[in-house]
C-alpha cells in the first residue's frame, strides 16, 4: 500500500534527482557571474586608478605644496618609481608586480604605467579585496527557488501520478476485508459441525484429515488478517501465563500432528508469565507449530521446550523435518521452503515483525533433510 512516507521518499527521490540535473546549469551561472565579477572588478580597478593619475596631474597644474593622496574603503594603492621602490602606500604596502592585472590569494590588483609627474612615480599598482558574497547569496537565492518549484512540481506529478494506484489499494483492502469478514463464517460453521461429527463417529480418517485442513485454512486466514490490520493492532499487553497459552495451542495442533503420524513431545515450565500482546503470542506460536507440521516428515517428532532462566525465557521448537538450505531468506515476506505444502510465505514475516517490535531474539539452527529448531529468547 502507498502511504504518506512513501509519497515523501519518492518526492525527495525526484527532487534530488531534479536538483542533480538543475546544478549543471546553476553551476555554469555561478561561473558565468564570477567571470562578470572578474571584469567588472578590472574597469573598477582602471577608473579608480585613472582617477588617482588626474588627482597627481591636477597636483601639478595647481602648484600647490601640499598633496592630498586619494584614499578609499574600497581600494587601496601604491606609487613606485622607476627602481620599483615604493614612494606612498594609501594602506599597507603592496608588492611590485610586472603584469597588468595579478590576483592574489585575498586580493585582486591592477597596475598602470604612469606618464612623467611630479612626484616621480612610474607605476601605480590599485587592488580590491576578492568578494563573491553577492554571487553566492544570489545562487543560493536561486537554488532555494529552483528546490522549491521542483519540489511543488514533484509533488503534484507524483501525486496525480500514484491516485489510481492508491485508489486500486483501496479498492482491494476493502474487497479482502470483505471477503475474510464472508469467510470466517463458514469456516468457524465447518469446524463445529465437524467436532460434533468426530465425537459421533470416533477414530474416522477422512474426518480427521477434515479437521487438519479446515485448521490449516484457520491458520492461513488468521495469518491474512493479522497482515492487514497489523497496523491497526492496538498496544494492548496483559500478563500472560503462557505455560498454559503454549499447553493449550499444541492441544490445538494436535489434529494436524495426528494426520501426519507426528508425535508431539513437550518441556513445558508452569505458570510462566510474560507480558505480551495476545494476538500476538497466538501468530508467533502457531506459525512455528503449522511449519513445524507442515516441514516435517511422517512419522517423526517434534519438540516444543518452554523454559525460564535468570534474566530470558526461552521458547523452543524443534522438528525432524527437511530442514532449511538457507536460513537467511525464511523471514523475508512470501517466502515458502517449497510450492507443495501450501500458504502465502507470510507466517514468518510476520514473527520476525512481532520479535522485532518486542525485542525477541531469534537463533535459527537448521541441517537439510535432519530438521530445524527455532529459538526465541525474551528478555526480563
Do not use: W
Not at 17 to 43: G, V
Amino acid at each position: 500500500m502507498i502511504n504518506r512516507k512513501s509519497e515523501l521518499k519518492y518526492i525527495v527521490i525526484q527532487v534530488i534527482i531534479s536538483l542533480l540535473i538543475a546544478f549543471i546549469p546553476i553551476y555554469f551561472y555561478i561561473d558565468a557571474t564570477i567571470k562578470n565579477q572578474d571584469i567588472k572588478d578590472r574597469i573598477d580597478l582602471q577608473n579608480y586608478s585613472n582617477q588617482i593619475f588626474l588627482k597627481i596631474e591636477n597636483f601639478e597644474k595647481q602648484n600647490s605644496n601640499i598633496f592630498y593622496y586619494p584614499r578609499s574603503n574600497i581600494y587601496f594603492s601604491s606609487i613606485f618609481d622607476k627602481n620599483r621602490n615604493e614612494i606612498f602606500a594609501s594602506n599597507n604596502s603592496l608588492i611590485f608586480f610586472d603584469e597588468d592585472f595579478k590576483i592574489f590569494s585575498d586580493k585582486f590588483c591592477y597596475k598602470k604605467s604612469l606618464e612623467a609627474n611630479i612626484l616621480d612615480a612610474s607605476s601605480l599598482i590599485v587592488c580590491k579585496n576578492i568578494d563573491y558574497s553577492e554571487v553566492i547569496y544570489n545562487a543560493l537565492i536561486l537554488l532555494l527557488i529552483v528546490t522549491f518549484f521542483i519540489f511543488l512540481l514533484s509533488f503534484f506529478v507524483i501525486k496525480q501520478s500514484i491516485e489510481p494506484y492508491k485508489k486500486l489499494n483501496v479498492y482491494l483492502d476493502e474487497f479482502l476485508k470483505d471477503a475474510m469478514h464472508e469467510l470466517k463464517t463458514p469456516i468457524g460453521v465447518a469446524r463445529i459441525n465437524t467436532d460434533m461429527l468426530a465425537m459421533r463417529i470416533k477414530n474416522d480418517k477422512n474426518i480427521l484429515r477434515i479437521k487438519s485442513a479446515l485448521k490449516n485454512m484457520t491458520i492461513i486466514y488468521e495469518d491474512l488478517e493479522y497482515y492487514m490490520q497489523q497496523n491497526e493492532v492496538k498496544e494492548l499487553k496483559t500478563n500472560i501465563n503462557i505455560s498454559l497459552f503454549l499447553e493449550k495451542r499444541v492441544e490445538f495442533f494436535n489434529d494436524l500432528a495426528v494426520s501426519k503420524d507426528i508425535t508431539f513431545y513437550k518441556s513445558i515450565e508452569p505458570n510462566i508469565e510474560i507480558f505480551f500482546n495476545e494476538i500476538e503470542a497466538f501468530r508467533l506460536i502457531d506459525n512455528n507449530l503449522s511449519n513445524a507440521i507442515k516441514y516435517s516428515k511422517n512419522s517423526s517428532n517434534i519438540y516444543v521446550s518452554l523454559k525460564k532462566e535468570e534474566n530470558s525465557i526461552k521458547l523452543i521448537f524443534k522438528d525432524e523435518g527437511i530442514g532449511i538450505k538457507d536460513t537467511s531468506t525464511i523471514f523475508e515476506r512470501y517466502y515458502r521452503g517449497d510450492k507443495i505444502t501450501g500458504g502465502f510465505g507470510i507466517g514468518l514475516s510476520i514473527v520476525k515483525n512481532i520479535c522485532l517490535k518486542n525485542s525477541i531474539k531469534i537463533d535459527v539452527v537448521s541441517k537439510e533433510n535432519f530438521g530445524t529448531t527455532f529459538i526465541y529468547t525474551f528478555n526480563l
